[in-house]
């Protein structure tokens, strides 16, 4: 049996990709290979002489999946204490001026036994993923740092579209 860390990270990459189909984006999501601080990316996928290719824009990403987060006191607000060297990581990366990367989180309920039901209609993943582009200085905390997302910023098809849309009216 896998580890409950490894489940979290599968459940992850399922939302992920199910969001990336929805929203007509192509998901590369990368698997056991070097791990360098990035997870993936989301590729707009166009048409041209009847074949579909992908247009080089999007958006990268950093998944992490979690039971560990809670809400701010007036609950408009999702708050993820996140290891000091994964968020370092995001912000030197922001720091080095690529192309940006986004965390995307999935909160997961307290309880393994309620994180996926199963049934002949439907299949419900609970609660959902949020997103944030981290940037500003690397923090000096020894093992965690707040990230604080707003609740505004769900992930989900719409947005998703949006982001890479973004993207591409900014380097068009």
Not at 12 to 26: F, H, I
Not at 114 to 122: A, I, Q
């Amino acid at each position: 049996m896998i580890t409950l860390q490894h489940t979290e990270e599968l459940l992850s990459r399922a939302y992920l990709t199910a969001v990336a189909a929805k929203a007509g984006l192509n998901a590369n999501i990368r698997g056991g290979d070097l791990d360098y601080g990035t997870d993936g990316n989301f590729k707009k996928v166009v048409v041209v002489e009847n074949k579909r290719i992908e247009t080089g824009f999007g958006i990268e990403y950093q998944a992490k999946a979690t039971k560990n987060w809670r809400t701010t006191q007036n609950a408009d607000e999702i708050v993820y204490d996140m290891p000091v060297d994964a968020y370092n990581r995001l912000i030197t990366r922001s720091a080095l001026g690529g192309i940006p990367i986004y965390l995307i989180l999935l909160c997961l309920p307290d309880s393994a036994h309620d994180w996926v039901e199963l049934s002949h209609e439907e299949m419900i993943l609970r609660h959902c993923c949020y997103w944030q582009r981290i940037s500003g200085a690397p923090t000096e905390n020894d093992n965690t740092t707040a990230v604080h997302i707003p609740k505004s910023q769900r992930f989900d098809p719409y947005t998703l579209r949006l982001l890479v849309n973004e993207m591409e009216e900014q380097f068009s």
